[in-house]
């Protein structure tokens, strides 16, 4: 049993099931369609803009003289500004579009401290000013001359964020760093009262502070950085956790210094409204059409159940009704990640369960169970507002580094050929599995790098850097001099293609997806939407394989659309070694079958934790949407979320079940409740289960 995330306590519980009765309610009023949120239907081309492209010269020194302190632009080493700038995004917007890419992200455009330590801030997540732009990166008018050129163009201008610390400017008496915990420092208001600042957070009942009385450390600042940060709210030191560093557990991980960044009090009203108001202004005033959140897990979940809904509804005002918002939640466990969706905190989260599964069998092919279990973790992401579909799934970043280097590691440097198609292998799992896929620009063009973090943050334009352009690259020469962009590559072909075919088909992009069959080395799904029915399998082995896949659609022909592959009328799918198939029944699927629905018992699974189960049984292999409701005794029906896919049997799951999960918290111990489930058919016809009692106790 796994430990809840976002502070929640461990509650043991008995489940007593009750005889089932017949249902006295109308169908109709029970069901309810699955849904697909603002990501299901983005693909999203990630840009570090200080690395992308050079439109401007003038503002390289970010308006400084020259010199590394001054101006942070040392383009030759990889820690320091490099040029890249808006206007070089806007010239390179069509380069982005012929891709086929719907989003473009960035990083912060706000305004940086210079440097800190032994880099600069080119990455955006050392904020001062965040009401305004770097400098390095141009004007105002530049930024929106670039968010225009993207909707001009049909693109959305995604805007990463940082809410939980900026610029290291606060220090501690003697330079002190050691984090101190609240239970042995604890705060205490200007009268001296100790307060639990979680027992707050979400309310307006927190106490005036003192800088000087009220934290375990006494915050301090120099008197030239004193009013250094805007909004103005940003340099009262009471609006500081205080705490020292963050050493990634308990407390610390919500409350201390992010690497000794500044870390915001965020439990507390003014800065809630303080960051609300920021990203509003941004909304208004830059015309951005969604976020990407840095180091969400970092912040109390009070914070994003009070701003998220407030930024939505100003998104909404600008007309902005598919506003785009996944949060950083570096974790890699599917229980954990659905925590952050399930509890309302965001409507969507990088699926970092997602990066670890699929780069490990796009490296090397072997048990397809670890993806089998990624999909079938996808019902914990269920509510009646969210689904896993809304996911941003990526395979490279700029922090853990780029596939190309994972690639690099497990195939042999004298196997250029294998390398190009696993690269290959990995943008089709990316691109067509379920989930709004985000691509980190470079690549398209088979960069590297050598490890993680600064070494994954390559420039696109001609580079200064000597490492980088000896650097080899997947299905290329290392770049030398020039600029990738005007080098034609086979990844950046083959993602051209893949998106076009997802924009004549969007059933590949939101589609209903069905694990099908995972088996040595083969990984296989089809797709729905529409009445119209695709195959996708996945060859990750070293060798050719063939694999029969079951699909719903009858009696039909099909077509490859693309990868490797050979069909026979049989629909025997043979793939060669490392690669991938895509094909489209040539008949429109249709069913007249009326779906026939039973609850199971509800319990805990062994990898949900304390979650409850809900799961139902529908005979058949009709595309049937399942939707869950429960109810207290002589109460209205709630909708729990709606399922539109089968598990597919593992270690941990049994197979063919459609499912959603409750938290047993949500209820008082002793609480009775009924459960209903009502599925329908791919044709429209209906049914309900009968109705089920339950009881929670201790």
Request: a neutral charge; one cysteine or more.
């Amino acid at each position: 049993m796994k430990f809840r995330a976002a502070g929640i306590t461990s509650l043991a519980i008995g489940i007593v099931l009750a005889t089932p009765t017949v249902a006295d309610v109308s169908t109709s009023t029970l069901f309810a369609p699955t849904v697909r949120g603002a990501q299901s239907n983005e693909s999203v081309y990630f840009v570090m803009t200080d690395r992308f492209e050079n439109g401007s010269s003038s503002n390289d020194f970010g308006g400084a003289t020259d010199g590394r302190y001054a101006s942070g632009y040392v383009p030759d080493e990889i820690g320091w500004w490099h040029g890249g700038d808006f206007k070089g995004i806007t010239k390179r917007i069509k380069y982005i579009k012929d891709m086929g890419f719907t989003s473009i992200w960035i990083t912060p455009p706000v305004k940086q401290v210079i440097f800190q330590g032994s880099s600069a801030s080119y990455h955006g997540y050392w904020g001062l000013d965040f009401l305004t732009v770097d400098p390095h990166l141009g004007t105002e008018a530049d930024f929106k001359e670039m968010v225009k050129a993207a909707h001009d163009a049909g693109l959305k201008v995604i805007v990463d964020v940082v809410a939980n610390h900026t610029a290291d400017v606060i220090y501690n008496p003697n330079y002190a760093s050691e984090y101190l915990e609240s239970y042995t420092f604890p705060y205490k208001s200007t009268l001296g009262k100790v307060f639990d600042a979680k027992k707050l957070a979400g309310t307006t009942a927190f106490p005036k502070l003192s800088a000087s009385k009220s934290f375990p450390y006494k915050p301090q600042v120099a008197s030239i950085n004193s009013k250094i940060k805007n909004p103005s709210w940003l340099n009262d030191l009471t609006n500081y956790h205080n705490r020292g560093s963050s050493d990634f557990s308990g407390e610390s991980i919500t409350d201390g210094d992010f690497f000794g960044l500044d870390d915001l009090f965020t439990e507390k009203p003014e800065v809630v409204k303080g960051w609300t108001d920021v990203w509003s202004y941004w909304i208004k005033n830059f015309d951005i059409d969604g976020l990407r959140i840095d180091t969400f897990k970092h912040i109390n979940p009070e914070f994003w159940q009070a701003v998220i809904p407030k930024v939505l509804s100003v998104a909404k005002q600008q007309g902005k009704n598919d506003f785009p918002i996944f949060g950083e939640a570096a974790d890699s466990d599917a229980y954990t990640l659905s925590s952050y969706v399930r509890t309302k905190q965001t409507p969507s989260v990088l699926d970092f369960a997602f990066q670890k599964n699929i780069t490990n069998f796009a490296r090397f092919g072997g048990s397809t169970q670890q993806i089998v279990t990624l999909f079938n973790a996808d019902d914990l992401y269920t509510t009646p507002t969210t689904n896993a579909y809304q996911l941003a799934t990526f395979i490279s970043n700029h922090d853990s580094g780029r596939i190309g280097m994972q690639l690099r590691k497990s195939v042999a440097v004298d196997e250029p050929g294998q390398l190009l198609d696993r690269a290959k292998l990995s943008n089709a799992l990316l691109f067509l599995l379920r989930g709004g896929p985000v691509l980190y620009y470079g690549d398209e063009v088979g960069m590297t790098g050598a490890t993680g973090d600064k070494e994954s943050r390559q420039d696109m334009f001609p580079t200064l850097v000597s490492d980088w352009k000896k650097e080899q690259r997947i299905g290329s020469a290392p770049i030398g001099d020039r600029s990738s962009f005007d080098q034609p590559h086979e990844l950046r072909a083959q993602i051209t293609k893949i998106q076009q075919l997802i924009k004549q088909n969007p059933g590949l992009r939101n589609g209903v997806q069905q694990t099908r069959f995972a088996q040595q080395g083969l990984f296989a799904v089809t797709r729905y939407a529409a009445n119209q029915e695709y195959i996708v399998v996945f060859n990750g082995a070293d060798e050719i394989k063939s694999v029969t896949v079951q699909t719903s659609t009858k009696n039909s022909t099909w077509r490859i659309l693309d990868g490797e592959c050979q069909i026979n009328s049989e629909l025997l799918i043979s793939l060669s070694a490392r690669s991938y198939c895509l094909l489209k029944a040539d008949n429109k699927y249709s069913s007249t079958h009326t779906p026939k629905v039973q609850l199971k018992a509800i319990a805990e699974t062994a990898v949900t934790g304390d979650l409850l189960q809900l799961a139902a049984n529908v005979p058949g292999d009709d595309y049937v949407e399942v939707a869950f409701s429960v109810r207290l005794p002589g109460g209205v029906w709630k909708l729990i979320g709606t399922s539109d896919h089968r598990t597919f049997a593992d270690n941990g799951t049994e197979g063919a079940l459609h499912r959603v999960f409750i938290d047993p918290l949500s209820y008082k111990v002793g609480s009775k409740f009924e459960v209903i489930a009502v599925a329908k058919g791919s044709g429209g016809k209906s049914a309900q289960s009968k109705i089920v009692k339950y009881a929670i106790k201790r």
